[in-house]
């Protein structure tokens, strides 16, 4: 049910691409030649502190904000009008009527879609019973809870079918059971071939649900990649649990840095290769009951990327 027909000539697999954007509010620059792509039938997640300039992006590719210079492309076409009614957008702060009853309201957004009554009232039917809302369709946004306000948001972004989708921290605030419900239909969503790009601070989600995963940080694109490309260029961990390993143990062994300990062992960052030098300052020390190289999780790599680049992350 698109209002919007697609045309033939459109390039499914180019998907959205945003390319050297720049963006200043007065003298400040908010973003800085910011440039990735959210291929078709991928999810990206979208990740930075507060102000890196996450939002920002998202408005601009759905013209709500000017872009000071750059090109946002989607399926290998410059951006326009016909290509922008075809984004589910979910915005941070609720833009929906919270006195307005739930299916009246999906209605109305699908009239205004294009929609006839009778498609409109099928489609919100059809997610407020896929979000778990049947009970609620008759009460008014203001009743329901803020987990349930968030769902209703996502019904409203899903209702004409969009081709893409662009979620602004759509996790926040919600309860397990309905991480799991919007969690399952964004995969399903991306399974459809549609490209999903989402925004948030609950890093263990984005590593479960994302395909690609892009830092911002002060307004520049500071990474790029899958998290296990990510881990790739990530330094060496190792997880060492053994007696006797006093303060300054690691000093054998050149650029060495002791992460944290706990009751039994401690976590080591190396270089490439200083495997067994590591292995041997321990041993020297007394038996070495664990030795384990450590993966870090998204939120690590998070953390190293940015304070890479000089900004503390959150």
């Known amino acids: 049910m698109d209002p919007t027909p697609a045309d033939p000539a459109d ?13 200043s509010f007065g003298e400040r620059q908010v973003l800085s030649d910011v440039t990735f792509r959210i291929p078709a039938g991928r999810t990206v997640g979208f990740v930075g502190n507060n102000g890196a300039g996450k939002s920002t992006t ?6 709500l904000t000017a872009l000071d210079s750059g090109t946002i492309r989607y399926q290998g076409r410059p951006i326009g009008v016909s290509a922008r009614k075809r984004i589910g957008y979910m915005p941070e702060e609720r833009g929906l009527y919270p006195q307005m009853r739930v299916s ?50 996502l019904a409203a972004a ?10 602004d921290e759509p996790f926040s605030g919600l309860d397990p059971s309905a991480v799991a419900v919007m969690s399952d239909v964004l995969e399903e969503q991306s399974a459809q071939g549609k490209p999903v790009l989402f925004s948030s601070h609950q890093l263990d989600l984005v590593e479960r649900l994302c395909d690609q995963v892009v830092i ?46 706990d009751d039994d062992g401690c976590s080591v960052e190396i ?33 190293d990327v940015v304070s890479a680049h000089g900004v503390d992350g959150a």
């Open 11 to 23: 390039d499914e697999s180019a998907g959205l691409e945003i390319v050297g954007v720049n963006k």
């Open 58 to 63: 998202m408005r601009i590719v759905l013209g």
């Open 104 to 153: 009246d309201q999906l209605v109305y957004l699908g009239l205004l879609s294009g929609y006839s009554k009778a498609e409109a009232t099928a489609a919100a039917e059809h997610w407020t019973g896929r979000l778990g809302l049947e009970k609620a369709r008759r009460s008014r946004l203001s009743e329901l809870s803020l987990g349930n306000q968030q769902r209703v948001q």
């Open 158 to 167: 899903l209702l004409h079918d969009p081709r893409l989708l662009i979620l």
């Open 216 to 261: 911002i940080s002060d307004g520049r694109i500071v990474a790029d990649g899958s998290v296990a490309g990510l881990r790739e260029g990530a330094p060496l961990r190792y997880r060492v649990v053994a007696d006797g390993l006093t303060e300054g143990w690691t000093a054998p062994v050149p650029g060495a840095k002791e992460l944290g300990r």
């Open 271 to 303: 270089e490439d290769g200083q495997e067994q030098e590591l292995l041997a300052a321990a041993q020297k020390l007394g038996p070495v009951r664990e030795f384990t190289p450590v993966r870090p999780d998204l939120a690590e790599l998070y953390r």
